[in-house]
Nanobody, 121 residues
Framework: EVQLVASGGGLVQPGGSLRLSCAAS????????MSWVRQPPGKGLEWVSA????????EYANSVKGRFTISRDNAKNTLYLQMNSLTPEDTAVYYC??????????????GGQGTQVTVSS
């Protein structure tokens, strides 16, 4: 059974930073591209960033480019998202997602446990 458990969220002031982690199990983590997606309050799911299976290629939504960095540790089956210069618009529940292939395809399955990020003064 695929399990994706996100953690590391919290309350942070505008301009602050957070590092999210996602522990993956139930599949061969190093075979698949991974993404972070988020759901702001009252809105739909929004794709944030993706990384290919080796970690050599990354992609970002325009709204987070230059502020967020995605990375992975295949030895630890863990995905990360370093978030800097946070704004209130980044407030959302963040989930990690498993892609269908080794490269980002835009088709993914979202993990069940997200982590809340709230950016507020």
């Amino acid at each position: 059974e695929v399990q994706l458990v996100a953690s590391g969220g919290g309350l942070v002031q505008p301009g602050g930073s957070l590092r999210l982690s996602c522990a993956a199990s139930g599949f061969t983590f190093s075979f698949y591209a991974m993404s972070w997606v988020r759901q702001p309050p009252g809105k739909g799911l929004e794709w944030v960033s993706a990384i290919d299976s080796s970690g050599g290629g990354t992609e970002y939504a325009n709204s987070v480019k230059g502020r967020f960095t995605i990375s992975r540790d295949n030895a630890k089956n863990t995905l990360y998202l370093q978030m800097n210069s946070l704004t209130p618009e980044d407030t959302a529940v963040y989930y990690c997602a498993k892609d269908l292939s080794a490269y980002y395809s835009g088709v993914y399955s979202r993990g069940g446990q997200g982590t809340q990020v709230t950016v507020s003064s």
